[in-house]
């Protein structure tokens, strides 16, 4: 077609050149300059005008409509899967804290789950721990069971070796070192006279003036029967559970955590009557198989036309430099690149590893829920921005692209100054509200506070909720609150949104207007063409061997007028 006579010609010149001869004859010069010039405008054209042009069926586009949909259906099949896993593991760990922890309220205390106060709650809560494990398949309502090739129900103790305290005398004499005691109860032991003697041994005399923690710890074993109404195979899981009685703060109050960690391994041994349940997942895997194939196409034909745009750069380049010694600027090189493309093929690798994860977790083989989760949530939001790219093809949607694209540079400046003035208020915010407010006790919290503020949102409680024990940081903490608020919301978010109207505008008035481009030795009127950068100014104070903007672009895509008839 015209790259292959484009191409011919290009190789006769090269010919020419190392016979010695450095000039080309008139028609050859006149055909290669009509090649690149119709090559450059057939490049520039949205599916439709190059069907149009020279009859070439948008590949692409259809692949990447079918993609949306297979991909999109994918997500939803899965999402409803993983949902079904999630709330398997927040429930078991919901119930593993009304059985393992006495008193417990059903809502946690801050970061910790409960609290105690006395000795005897103390001893209370930690033999409520071991009798209900020694009874949990007596009283549990869950498909639940001993892990037997752990060591059981695990009781650890850490405390400092020595501590002699005399609070009344204000006398102190500690050493910091510290020992930790383990004792270990399992499945097997659980009814028989040993559990009992390790119930009364001397490891349960704890000495509360040196203990820093008691961590119990167990695994536990269950199956979720609920994915077989969802026609999925059961997974098999493992709940490492821990419970921490933390006395690091010896404050007369002991702080409960609950953790609980899942792993999902596969069933070693199960039988499942029903072929409903059989068919159903095979033709989801034949389903994904399909999903992968139609990236994989995609994504074939997206990297040959980044090829083909770098080929197409390469003699655009090399034509001006011999004809005009120019150099073409980088601004020039970029509008080659389709970034389109690059995004959709950073997704179809993301599409095609998340769909044999899939795939794997469907089989059984694999149980990695959150990484295929990522890749192919990721991946999903990619292709839907894609179809942006085929909205900005009629000029009312256009005009939301360019202006995202105009006003991307002076925002993420725009940002980099705020971020400053953001991460000041942050530090001192930290620093010194921190102790007097639980929005302000880690630096994670208070960024997040403040970024609220900036919203409006929780603005009230914000300032309710600091503790008015000292007068100077009460009075401090309105001044830095009202600062940030008017300087945040007022003066800083209406600059930032100033600078996207005002690219907006310029994008709105390029719509029915010309614009002059003063280029190097020539004046150049551009009759804008919306696809090619039409917000960039031309520079000033650019080498002389260097055209700026997208002036030369515009020039071979017959959309500007030249003084002295070039082309």
């Not at 494990?133 to 001993?146: A, E, R």
């Not at 391994?265 to 989801?284: A, P």
């Not at 600027?329 to 970034?339: K, S, V, Y």
Request: charged share 20%; glycine share 6%.
């Amino acid at each position: 077609g015209k790259f292959l006579t484009a191409t011919v010609l290009e190789n006769r010149v090269k010919k020419i050149r190392r016979r010695g001869k450095f000039s080309m004859s008139p028609s050859v010069e006149e055909k290669l300059r009509t090649a690149l010039k119709e090559d450059l405008k057939f490049y520039f054209m949205n599916p439709c005008e190059k069907y149009r042009a020279r009859r070439q069926i948008p590949w692409k586009l259809a692949l990447q409509i079918l993609k949306i949909l297979m991909v999109t259906t994918q997500l939803i099949f899965f999402g409803l899967s993983n949902q079904l896993v999630v709330s398997f593991k927040e429930e078991n760990t919901v119930a593993f804290k009304h059985l393992f922890l006495k008193g417990y309220s059903g809502v946690d205390e801050d970061d910790y789950s409960c609290s105690i106060y006395t000795q005897q709650d103390a001893y209370d809560s930690i033999f409520y721990i071991i009798n209900q494990y020694m009874q949990l398949k007596n009283i549990s309502l869950g498909t639940l069971g001993y892990e037997h090739e752990g060591s059981g129900l695990k009781i650890c103790k850490q405390q400092y070796k020595k501590v002699m305290m005399l609070p009344s005398n204000d006398t102190l004499n500690i050493d910091v070192s510290t020992e930790t005691e383990c004792i270990f109860f399992k499945p097997q032991e659980l009814a028989g006279k040993k559990a009992e003697l390790k119930l009364n041994s001397s490891f349960f005399n704890l000495e509360f003036y040196r203990l820093i923690q008691v961590e119990i710890s167990f695994k536990l074993k269950g199956i979720a029967l609920q994915t077989i109404h969802a026609r999925e195979l059961p997974d098999c899981y493992v709940f490492q559970n821990t419970i921490t009685f933390n006395n690091r703060a010896h404050s007369g109050k002991i702080k409960i955590y609950f953790d609980s960690d899942t792993d999902i391994q596969e069933c070693k041994d199960w039988h499942i009557f029903g072929s409903v349940l059989q068919k159903n997942t095979q033709y989801i895997l034949i389903f994904d198989g399909f999903v992968i194939l139609s990236c994989f196409a995609s994504l074939i034909l997206c990297t040959r036309s980044i090829v083909l745009a770098l080929r197409l750069q390469k003699r655009f380049v090399n034509y001006f430099l011999e004809k005009y010694k120019r150099h073409v600027c980088h601004a020039d090189r970029l509008e080659f690149i389709n970034g389109w493309y690059v995004l959709v093929i950073i997704s179809d690798v993301m599409t095609i590893i998340g769909s044999i994860l899939k795939m794997e977790i469907k089989a059984k083989n694999l149980t990695s829920y959150d990484v295929c989760s990522i890749l192919l949530g990721t991946s999903t939001l990619f292709v839907w921005v894609g179809v942006i790219r085929y909205l900005g093809y009629f000029q009312t949607y256009n005009v939301l692209i360019l202006t995202m694209q105009a006003s991307l540079p002076k925002v993420l400046r725009f940002c980099c100054c705020a971020g400053m003035i953001y991460l000041g208020y942050t530090f001192c915010g930290w620093i010194v509200l921190g102790p007097y407010h639980e929005k302000f006790e880690d630096l994670n919290t208070v960024a997040e506070c403040l970024f609220s503020l900036v919203n409006g949102d929780d603005m009230f409680a914000t300032f309710a909720q600091i503790q008015q024990k000292s007068v100077l940081v009460w009075m401090f903490s309105r001044l830095y609150l009202y600062s940030f608020i008017s300087l945040f919301i007022y003066m800083i978010l209406s600059l930032f949104i100033a600078l996207i109207t005002d690219s907006y505008d310029t994008i709105k008035s390029c719509l029915d207007g010309t614009f002059l481009l003063v280029a190097p030795e020539t004046e150049v009127r551009v009759c804008w063409h919306l696809r090619i950068s039409p917000w960039q100014e031309c520079g000033k104070g650019q080498a002389d061997n260097s055209f700026r903007c997208s002036a030369l672009l515009n020039v071979l895509l017959g959309n500007v007028c030249l003084k002295g008839n070039v082309f």
